[in-house]
């Protein structure tokens, strides 16, 4: 199991100076729970995929994971070979420990106990006689006393699926029935160890990020509420979604600067966490119309903000960007740069939601923010059912190499040539053409124009918070 270190400072001012401590090392979930605690955190990615790649990776060490202090509850039926409806419920505690009641029929209806446990225990070996259990269910029923010492006292997991594992299925189907199902339900639970989520909505469903986010939410086995504002958008990306994981996602066409319709979709639906990943993102078209910019960024997530606080929910992941920096004071940019001297709209909208995002955390405990700041999201899901390849021409660096390389476009443009970086360059070709032609050995055509207004030159992630925090993950390679 991964240590619980990571205590640390998010910020060097005042307003950011919380600190916290990490307990898991599961990304989305600590980012949805344990990081949360915090009221507010930001964290770096360079490149998107890594969010993911560490999903994948720490999928393995989850499963080592401890029950930290919440209990689940968990309940199955089987139908016995003579017939009879066994109930079988658990409750899971801390350290994998579980509370046992198996029962048959309705006569779950005499409740949980954790003392007095015979005089639970005997109506239900009377009702079980009464329906005339057979062999099976009583041996069932002595290996639960015989490893609990009565009824309520808690067992390892491991104990039970020893004793299991001992007896031969011919004698013991129904244990056998129930062997399975609490191997199924023993990974549920130490994947699910401490969060109670009733439901994720993705704001921003159909885009890059959203169909990435939604995937890895379902194979993690969240239920996700897609929210997004082009219709079609929305059917084809639920129809990859549902190739891939084959799961069918409730979708929501939603123009979030009307809260009207953000209030009709959380009255329909159960949601605990929000992951808002909705925005207008064409960093050089901001200049041009900032007022769209504003409303889609802005005003949208404050309605978002009053409607989930309106309905008691009170934890969103907002993505956010790299350009909350501005002009960058010193390189590699890490969580603890100063924000808010932002060079366009843009940038602008995201340091203003961050603030208003600061602002409703510190006013409410109960609200908890996490916010990602990317850098240059880049890569595509293994499939090939989820990528980057839209219809609308792209209009950020890494499609557009893309293309190049597919030899859809003849060159790559390079805004700008005299910046104070090594090739003068605000994209460093030398090093995208180690990127993307290292096994092909070819250079990225290029033209140069001139400088568009707001950019920067040198722009770069210490993502060692996010690995830290997060999970190991390669910057570069996608795992799938
Ligand atoms: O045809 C092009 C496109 C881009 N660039 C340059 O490449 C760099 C990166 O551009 P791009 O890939 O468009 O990324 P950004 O403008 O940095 O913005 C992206 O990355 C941000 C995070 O850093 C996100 O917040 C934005 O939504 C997303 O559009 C910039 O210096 C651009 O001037 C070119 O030279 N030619």
Redesign the pocket.
């Known amino acids: 199991m991964r240590p619980s270190h990571g205590v640390k400072a998010f910020s060097r001012n005042g307003s950011l100076s919380r600190r916290g401590r990490f307990v898991s090392t599961r990304p989305l979930y600590n980012i949805m729970s344990n990081t949360c605690r915090h009221g507010w955190k930001p964290s770096l990615f360079t490149v998107f995929t890594s969010v993911f790649i560490a999903f994948v990776a720490d999928r393995k060490r989850q499963k080592t994971l401890d029950c930290k202090s919440e209990i689940s509850y968990l309940s199955t039926r089987a139908i016995l070979p003579s017939g009879v409806e066994l109930v079988v419920s658990a409750i899971f505690m801390k350290n994998h420990s579980l509370a046992i009641k198996l029962c048959l029929d309705n006569s779950s209806a005499s409740g949980w106990k954790t003392d007095n446990t015979e005089a639970w225990l005997r109506p239900i070996f009377n009702s079980w006689n009464d329906n005339g259990a057979d062999m099976n269910t009583l041996i069932l029923v002595s290996m639960w006393q015989q490893q609990s010492h009565g009824w309520m006292k808690r067992v390892s997991l491991q104990q039970i699926l020893k004793y299991l594992n001992s007896n031969t299925s011919s004698t013991i189907q129904a244990c056998n029935l129930t062997c399975l199902w609490l191997r199924e339900v023993g990974e549920i639970v130490k994947l699910r160890p401490q969060m109670s989520v009733k439901g994720v909505l993705v704001t921003g469903a159909a885009g890059y990020v959203g169909t990435h986010a939604i995937t890895e939410l379902i194979q993690e086995g969240f239920k996700v509420i897609a929210l997004d504002y082009r219709q079609d958008a929305l059917t084809d990306a639920a129809a990859r979604i549902k190739a891939v994981t084959g799961t069918e996602i409730q979708v929501f066409c939603v123009d979030l600067c009307d809260k009207h319709e953000i209030a009709n979709v959380f009255q329909q639906v159960d949601v605990s966490h929000v992951l808002h990943l909705a925005g207008l993102?064409?960093?050089?078209q901001s200049h041009g119309s900032p007022l769209a910019f504003y409303n889609a960024n802005v005003v949208a997530t404050i309605n978002l903000l009053e409607v989930m606080l309106e309905h008691g929910v009170c934890n969103i992941l907002f993505s956010s960007?790299?350009?909350v920096y501005g002009t960058p004071s010193y390189l590699p940019l890490d969580e603890t740069h100063p924000t808010g001297a932002c060079t366009n709209p843009?940038g602008r909208t995201?340091y203003m939601v961050e603030e208003i995002l600061r602002d409703t955390a510190a006013s409410n405990q109960n609200f908890k923010v996490t916010v990602l700041r990317?850098?240059?999201p880049c890569g595509a899901h293994g499939s090939g059912l989820l990528g980057e390849d839209r219809s609308q021409p792209p209009?950020?660096?890494?499609p557009?190499i893309c293309q190049v390389a597919l030899g859809r476009r003849d060159h790559?443009?390079?805004?700008?040539s005299d910046y104070n970086t090594p090739d003068g360059?605000?994209?460093q070709p030398r090093n995208i053409k180690n990127l993307f032609y290292s096994g092909a050995g070819e250079n990225v055509p290029v033209e140069f124009c001139g400088r568009?207004p707001g950019?920067i030159g040198a722009?770069s992630a210490d993502n060692s918070c996010a690995h830290r925090d997060l999970g190991t993950f390669n910057m570069f390679l996608h795992p799938y």
């Not at 209009?395 to 890494?398: H, S």
């Open positions: 993102k064409a960093v050089r960007s790299s350009k843009y995201k990317f850098f240059n209009q950020n660096l890494l557009l790559l443009t390079v805004y700008g360059t605000g994209i568009k950019e722009c």
